[in-house]
């Protein structure tokens, strides 16, 4: 099944390093989903492990958590990492928010 989450190729490069430089164990993927409400609420990235309530999607060996409630505001997606005068991090395009 094809992941409603797009990863760049810098995010995936950074994801995998942060996997492997913290040892973080293979039972853990990304975890896409929405912090708050759906109209006001924002997109959340982080590290985590599956629960029943999860979709399970892999991009390039990287495993992708979404929960099904929040599936419909995750489609179309794009996951990017960036680094510029202000600092690095991740940052989320798209998505029906």
């Not at 039972?27 to 590290?47: D, Q």
């Not at 399970?56 to 958590?65: A, C, E, L, W």
Request: proline share 2%; glycine share 12%; hydrophobic share 35%.
């Amino acid at each position: 099944m094809e992941s409603p989450v797009q990863l760049t190729e810098k995010a995936k490069s950074e994801i995998k390093t942060t996997l492997a430089a913290n040892k973080i164990p293979d039972t853990y993927g990304l975890r896409v989903g929405l912090k708050g409400g759906a109209c006001s609420g924002s997109f959340m990235l982080g590290f985590d492990t599956a629960t029943e309530h999860d979709q399970t999607y892999m991009v390039d060996d990287i495993k992708i958590f979404v929960d099904r409630r929040h599936l419909m505001y995750v489609i179309g997606l794009s996951v990017d990492y960036e680094e510029g005068a202000n600092g690095a991090g991740y940052t989320v395009s798209g998505g029906k928010k």
